[in-house]
């Protein structure tokens, strides 16, 4: 494949530049890929299924940033196409799905994507309907739309995260919040 895109194991296929990942021991600042996705008023979407474990992580990002005034979080729990409309009539200019994705990775590991790049084959209990949903909001709202995707370490059945999945939450979730709380259009 051309610019340096690959196909791993799984059939995921995305850039390797736009790889990063996150260990309890990063000094603080904001990761590049983070800080180069999310521009003018922000929406984030989360997805997943907290009754499957790591599944949840979307979900639960989504819960812990609601109701903050610099960006916009929905938890579309397990049906993101059912939230497409209130996500467009935000007008955004950045739409951030977060969700657990099997790419191959470390447990916790997370990595900034194109929606496009999820194959058809399924890598997250959501792939059809993530990648036909961002294509969606592209197209009906001209948002840029990127994936914070974490790979799962457990989605069995239970509520609680794995040890590195919630560790990674933690860095996501604060990296957020600083990340769009600088100088941000207020979203209603």
């Known amino acids: 494949m051309a610019g340096g895109a ?4 799984h059939g995921f296929r995305g850039m390797s530049n736009m790889a990063t990942t996150v260990d309890s021991t990063v000094e603080s600042g904001v990761p590049e890929s983070l800080e180069r996705v999310l521009s003018g008023s922000v929406c984030i ?12 992580i979307g979900s639960l990002i989504a819960k812990g940033l609601a109701g903050r005034r610099y960006a ?3 938890d579309a729990g397990t049906v993101p196409e059912n939230y497409l409309e209130m996500v467009a009539r935000s007008r955004p200019d950045t739409v951030l799905v977060v969700d657990a994705v099997d790419f191959g990775g470390d447990p916790g590991e997370w990595r900034v994507l ?3 790049a999820i194959a058809l084959d399924g ?6 309907s993530l990648r036909m949903a961002a294509e969606y909001l592209s ?13 799962p370490a ?15 939450m933690d860095f996501l979730e604060e990296t ?13």
């Open 45 to 56: 979407l989360g997805v997943g299924n907290r009754h499957r474990r790591d599944d949840g």
């Open 176 to 188: 957020l919040a600083h990340v769009l709380e600088e100088d941000r259009p207020c979203t209603s």
């Open 154 to 168: 457990d989605v069995g059945a239970g509520t609680e995260l794995s040890d590195e999945v919630s560790q990674t």
């Open 139 to 151: 197209a009906r709202t001209q948002a840029h739309v990127a994936l914070l995707a974490v790979q």
């Open 6 to 9: 690959a196909e791993g194991r």
């Open 114 to 116: 194109d929606p496009g």
């Open 123 to 128: 890598l997250s209990s959501h792939a059809l």
């Open 72 to 74: 916009q979080a929905i």
